[in-house]
């Protein structure tokens, strides 16, 4: 390496130059590392609290527990990194399944039933569509998604209504229900799908232009743009994909609870993405992974399920996921900014 | 600098000076606005006029030197200590609230209270309605300020440093968005304002203007006080003394950081004719050769940037044709431009040019990521092997090729921008400003792989405030002026004074061109 005498570019080669140990140090990324510690810790500290927590059938417990609120996650992942977010996940997850529902046993305003891989393909196109919505108002009618996507949750809870009459519908046919309560050898088919859709997304976003392009557009649109990325299409894209998981994870959810709910998604908006926050993925857009997610997901889904155990009710348990969430968020921002 | 009879002066500076990242942008300024002057202050982009009444007007604190306000040693903390001192500014952008009505935005933060402690509004409009009197303004104080021209924009700041008591008042390029008579107008108030005894600063870079209303100009170049004089509106050769102290005439170091051109100019590639875009430019026609580098200079809003831009397909034009190797060809976005062989390094870096969060080999693969896949799939090996070839030439020092683009100094941040072009196929790269704010020897390299990409075949398209870069590197230079190209120099004509001459003549060289 060539030294130069000029006073700045030599301080820069100086830290260039640095021991490996303190390069070492500064290298580790306290947003990845924070989170996994956070988990590592909570995990010790249930195992040593409760006999019954690292038990197999309560592992199994926990990732069913996280499966729905995860792949809603996962979808809500790439929204994030792309700097943009979605309001609509909670309304988009019950809707796929009431549709599923209906279309599959003739329910609701369905005037006949149809085989259930139709009834599946409905519920995903719904999401498809509603998403699709949401994408083309933020890109091409440059709404902020954070207003494009809060019209559609009640344009879609709206419609849902009138299409539900608010009613439950029962009797949905077995090979439906299996996605939500089937188990493949012994492990429940819920917890398989989302390690599913979890590998592939992970893959997606680290090996595909598709992803690699979400951050440069989450990182910095503008230089995305003037670099020719065509930002409107993915924002379109982005959005209908996490529209299309969250209608997969209605579909989780029909079978879970063995009917179709209009108030399924009840609760469900915001813990997604809080737990993609909590991963460490940036608010801000342009850092995250679904590494990352898979963390958060999972720190939320052993404090709720330990405290549990212990005998903690939803007071506490919503009490320790909000002061969690703060302290992460916290550490999230100052890394941020920091950086 | 000893100032002999301090009285006669609002303010003066003693040895004012300003450093931005251990580079001096200003430098020994004794500046003397005298009670009852207009000082005009001129000087090329980046000579330092605006650091100097930024620090003035309290903006910029810290600061080398001096400043006294009758008499008193001063060290405005922000605009409110400034405004509490007497000192006024009048933004190129404006800072009103145009929600609000006039009256309201003159009193704004300052608003008369009753004695039940709301707002008294009729003192409030009584108040307003005289210091608008004073400046001959006919709108009304009830009227909304989004519904007002610039030019009554311009007075209402005008009219709120009056309500405030200033004394001393600073005009930055007032005169940029206004019409011949708001001018004349603007010019009448200053001239009124004079008459009450308030001193003003003002910074144009149009000599006309200067003779219209100055009393005396301080020229600066390159941060430094090459001289203040007296304005003596009869002498002939006045004009041609304030172009030669504003451009200087030393050129004994540029040997040093410009590469020696070997760059062979061949056929022409790229045409752009009838570029039009309202209020941005206008009827702009030129060719670019292969292997040639073709300078653009004018003044700050004179149009360029915004050419350079339609011709990317960043902004939108509403007429022009562009063709590429005699095919006429529609570029309608950045993608468009990329497609057909046309980069763009743009003015603002930090903005559109990297993304600062992503590392250095995911930025130089920004535009060519399909050349870093294997089987459709990225493969970071690819990736990093592609980077360490453009990291080699151009020499762009790192941590890594994953660290962070915005961890990099200026001009690396600038080398991976441009590597980011390298490595497409593109035939013309426009560079808008490349080496804005970043070293010396940074820029040297930058220069050098200039050079070597001409000499490669490549037209390059060079925007430049800095003439001494301009004059070095370019083949031909056209100068723009309010939207318009005034002039065209090659070879020995692309001398500082000829390019200084078409960007502040422009009127007069427009008549010639027809």
Redesign the interface.
């Known amino acids: 390496m060539q030294f ?1 005498t ?4 030599l301080s ?2 100086l ?2 130059e640095e021991s490996s140990f303190r ?1 070492a140090l500064k290298r580790i990324d306290y947003t990845t590392a924070g989170p996994i510690a956070g988990l590592v810790f909570i995990i010790i500290l249930f195992s040593i609290l409760s006999p019954h927590f690292l038990s197999v059938n309560n592992i199994v417990n926990i990732l069913r527990q996280v499966s729905i609120i995860g792949i809603m996650a996962i979808g809500v992942t790439y929204v994030i990194i792309m700097a943009e977010i979605d309001l609509s996940i909670a309304s988009i997850m019950p809707l796929s399944g009431i549709i599923a529902g209906a279309v599959a046993t003739g329910g609701y305003l369905m005037p006949f039933a149809l085989p259930v891989w139709v009834a599946i393909l409905c519920g995903l196109l719904t999401g498809a569509l509603f998403g699709l919505m949401s994408g083309f108002a933020t890109a091409k009618l440059k709404i902020p998604s954070f207003m494009a996507t809060l019209s559609m949750m009640f344009i879609i809870e709206g419609f849902m209504l009138w299409f539900s009459g608010a009613q439950p519908l029962y009797g949905i046919p077995d090979s439906m229900q299996w996605f939500g309560a089937g188990k493949v050898f012994g492990i429940p088919v819920i917890v398989v799908i989302f390690i599913l859709v979890f590998v592939a997304s992970d893959f997606v976003l ?4 598709f ?3 979400i ?2 557009i ?3 649109e ?9 930002v409107d299409k993915y924002k379109i894209w982005v959005l209908t994909i996490c529209g299309i998981l969250c209608a997969f994870a209605g579909l989780l959810m029909l079978g879970r609870i063995g009917s179709a709910q209009v108030t399924a998604g009840v609760g469900l908006q915001l813990p997604p993405i809080a737990a993609v926050i909590l991963g460490g993925t ?1 608010l801000f857009g ?2 995250g992974s679904m590494r990352r997610t898979l963390v958060g997901v999972l720190l939320m889904g052993v404090l709720v399920n330990g405290l549990n155990l212990l005998g903690v009710g939803a007071d506490g348990q919503k009490l320790a996921t909000g002061i969690v969430l703060i302290i992460a968020v916290a550490t999230n921002v100052m890394g941020t900014l920091k ?1 | 600098m000893k100032h002999s009879s301090t009285n006669e002066y609002l303010l003066y500076t003693e040895n004012l000076g300003k450093q931005f990242n251990g580079i001096t942008v200003l430098e020994n300024i004794n500046l003397t606005i005298k009670k009852g002057e207009i000082h005009a202050i001129l000087g090329a982009n980046g000579a330092g006029k605006s650091t100097l009444i930024k620090i003035i007007d309290g903006i910029h604190t810290e600061y080398i030197g001096d400043i006294y306000v009758k008499n008193q040693k001063v060290k405005p903390a922000n605009t409110e200590e400034a405004r509490l001192l007497g000192i006024g500014m009048v933004h190129q952008e404006l800072s009103l609230v145009s929600e609000l009505n006039v009256a309201e935005n003159i009193y704004l933060g300052r608003l008369p209270r009753t004695t039940w402690g709301m707002v008294h509004y009729k003192k409030l409009h009584q108040d307003s309605a005289k210091i608008l009197q004073e400046l001959n303004m006919s709108v009304k104080t009830t009227e909304m300020v989004s519904n007002l021209s610039i030019a009554d924009r311009q007075m209402i700041e005008i009219a709120k440093m009056l309500s405030m008591n200033t004394d001393i008042i600073l005009l930055d390029e007032p005169t940029s968005a206004l019409t011949e008579n708001e001018v004349k107008r603007l010019f009448y108030t200053m001239e009124n304002l004079k008459k009450q005894g308030k001193g003003i600063i003002f910074i144009t870079h149009k000599l006309d203007e200067i003779y219209a209303t100055s009393d005396r100009v301080t020229i600066l170049r390159d941060g430094n006080q090459i001289d203040t004089i007296n304005l003596d509106k009869n002498d002939p050769d006045l004009e041609t003394k304030l172009i030669s102290l504003m451009t200087g005439t030393e050129q004994g170091e540029i040997g040093e950081i410009y590469p020696t051109k070997k760059n062979r100019i061949g056929s022409p590639i790229m045409e752009v004719s009838n570029f039009s875009s309202k209020g941005k430019f206008e009827n702009i026609h030129f060719q670019i050769r292969r292997g040639e580098i073709l300078g653009i200079s004018g003044l700050k809003g004179a149009g360029r940037t915004e050419l350079a831009r339609a011709i990317y397909g960043a902004d939108p034009k509403d007429t022009g044709i562009l063709e590429l190797n005699g095919e006429i060809v529609e570029i309608r976005q950045p993608i468009d431009a990329i497609h057909h062989g046309i980069g763009m390094v743009t003015e603002d870096r930090k903005k559109e040019g990297f993304v600062g969060l992503l590392g250095v080999k995911e930025n130089i693969s920004l535009t060519t990521i399909k050349d870093v896949l294997v089987n459709g799939f990225l493969s970071r090996k690819l990736e990093r092997e592609k980077t360490q070839t453009y990291v080699s030439k151009l020499k762009i020092r790192m941590a890594s090729e994953d660290a962070r683009v915005k961890n990099l100094s200026g001009g690396n941040q600038q080398k991976v921008v441009i590597a980011k072009w390298l490595c497409t196929d593109c035939k013309v790269l426009i560079l808008d400003e490349p080496t804005r704010g970043i070293d010396v020897k940074a820029k040297s390299e930058i220069y050098k792989i200039m050079s070597d990409l001409a000499e490669q075949g490549l037209a390059i398209l060079f925007i430049s405030s800095e003439l001494p870069e301009l004059i070095a590197m370019s083949d031909r230079v056209l100068v723009m002026s309010r939207g318009r190209i005034v002039s065209e120099l090659s070879g020995t004509q692309i001398t500082k004074e000829n390019i200084m001459k078409s960007t502040f003549q422009e009127s007069a060289v427009q008549k010639e061109v027809g």
């Open positions: 130069s000029d006073p700045k570019t820069n080669e830290q260039v390069r680290r090996k595909t232009v992803g690699r392009n951050y440069a989450g990182g910095n503008e230089a995305a743009r003037m670099s020719g990325i065509n940036s342009g850092i950086k």
